[in-house]
């Protein structure tokens, strides 16, 4: 019995690590900053998005403090954000914020906090993604005028790493389904690869953000 439950224990722990793999990789192809922080505000994890506002690498940002790069338009934003993740409370977040840039210029922003629960940590990490107001994208449109239903399922599973057989048997579609609905989508979108498709629909608003595994974004109804 306790040999069974080591052996479940590394088969559970290998797939965690393939998962982390996996999100990291995502992470580093999204152009939007984004670091994995404590709900105190340490980085865990920053994306090259991120370092690149401060001119450096994901690496020399791990363990620096959100507050220390980043001066939030009042610092009450901070104390009640944290003082709700203390609480349990687990919406999404929104902080404006300002730092300078690499020129010296005073640059300004909007993070939006998701924060992340987890089977094996109590207390939930955030992710943060960081909006630049001389940059900030468009509004995406609604998900539902984006895709249906089955092309959203089959694009969270791709964002977990699941294979194109696994999908259609997921899914009750052949192989040949799948690939259909992946490549009318990367056409659409006009990307390529199964990372950039991902990457595109969280951007999108198809996928939810903050959720893992990956789920679709609420108000997909089209069949």
Not at 61 to 81: H, K, M, N, S, V
Not at 82 to 109: F, H, N, Q
Not at 125 to 150: F, I, K, Q
């Amino acid at each position: 019995m306790a040999r069974g439950m080591a052996d479940w224990q590394a088969v559970r722990e290998e797939e965690l690590g393939a998962w982390r793999n996996h999100f990291l990789n995502l992470l580093d192809r999204i152009p939007l900053p984004i670091a994995v922080c404590t709900i105190d505000g340490e980085m865990h994890v920053a994306n090259p998005a991120m370092a690149a506002e401060w001119g450096t690498t994901p690496g020399r940002l791990r363990g620096r403090a959100l507050r220390d790069l980043f001066t939030p338009r009042t610092e009450g934003q901070i104390e009640r954000l944290v003082a709700a993740l203390r609480a349990g409370r687990t919406s999404r977040y929104r902080i404006e914020v300002s730092w300078p840039g690499k020129d010296g210029a005073v640059r300004t922003g909007e993070f939006t906090i998701d924060p992340i629960r987890t089977v094996s940590e109590p207390v939930p990490v955030l992710l943060a993604l960081l909006y630049v107001h001389d940059e900030r994208p468009e509004p995406p449109p609604p998900p539902s005028a984006t895709v249906n239903a089955t092309q959203a399922r089959i694009l969270a599973l791709a964002a977990s790493g699941a294979t194109t057989a696994t999908i259609g048997k997921a899914l009750g579609l052949t192989v040949d389904g799948v690939n259909y609905h992946l490549a009318r989508l990367a056409r659409r979108w006009r990307v390529q690869g199964r990372t950039a498709l991902v990457a595109k629909a969280y951007a999108l608003g198809v996928l939810a953000a903050g959720r893992w595994p990956p789920e679709p974004a609420e108000g997909l109804t089209s069949p």
